[in-house]
């Protein structure tokens, strides 16, 4: 798939078929999530795409829609302070630098012909727990993953004029 048309076709997919994703899709969705860049490359995140039936079940509980829980694979992407860059303020990015793996991730499953979803909505600290993280991790985003059981519905942006500009 072409990068624009993969862009123009990135939906949120609230419905999956159980079929497995394939490990082959995976390897190639995580080379993906590798090659985000980072704040002074430092890659503060971890992804973890979760197959087993029992910790899905317990993702599924710190973000209670039916259909997250249908997708045969949820991704969840931490980030660690401690090794995330900082701003002059003090503050790290790491969410900023979690969230662009995520949506080379997020890219890159379209272009494997699979769907998803960006979850932010959720218990962070039971996720943690659920998924037994390092103290040093705390999860950013999650997001079911697998095929799409139906193309989903027409939507609507605002004007380009509205989100774009050009300042010469």
């Not at 704040?39 to 197959?51: D, F």
């Not at 509980?61 to 002059?88: H, N, T």
């Not at 218990?123 to 943690?128: L, T």
Request: glycine share 6%.
């Amino acid at each position: 798939m072409e990068f624009y048309d993969v862009i123009g076709k990135r939906r949120s997919i609230r419905s999956y078929k159980p079929d497995p994703v394939p490990d082959e899709a995976l390897r190639r969705i995580g080379e993906a999530v590798r090659s985000a860049p980072t704040a002074c490359n430092r890659q503060p995140y971890k992804m973890w795409i979760v197959r087993n039936p029992e910790k899905r079940a317990a993702l599924a509980k710190v973000y209670a829609q039916k259909w997250f829980a249908e997708a045969p694979a949820i991704a969840v992407i931490a980030g660690r302070e401690s090794e995330a860059w900082r701003r002059l303020e003090g503050d790290t990015i790491v969410n900023v630098d979690a969230a662009i793996a995520m949506e080379h991730f997020m890219l890159a499953a379209t272009a494997e012909g699979l769907g998803c979803c960006w979850i932010c909505a959720f218990r962070r600290a039971e996720a943690d727990k659920a998924l037994g993280l390092d103290p040093e991790y705390h999860a950013v985003a999650l997001s079911p993953l697998g095929y799409p059981a139906a193309e989903p519905g027409p939507f609507s942006r605002k004007p380009l004029s509205e989100l774009f500009e050009v300042v010469d």
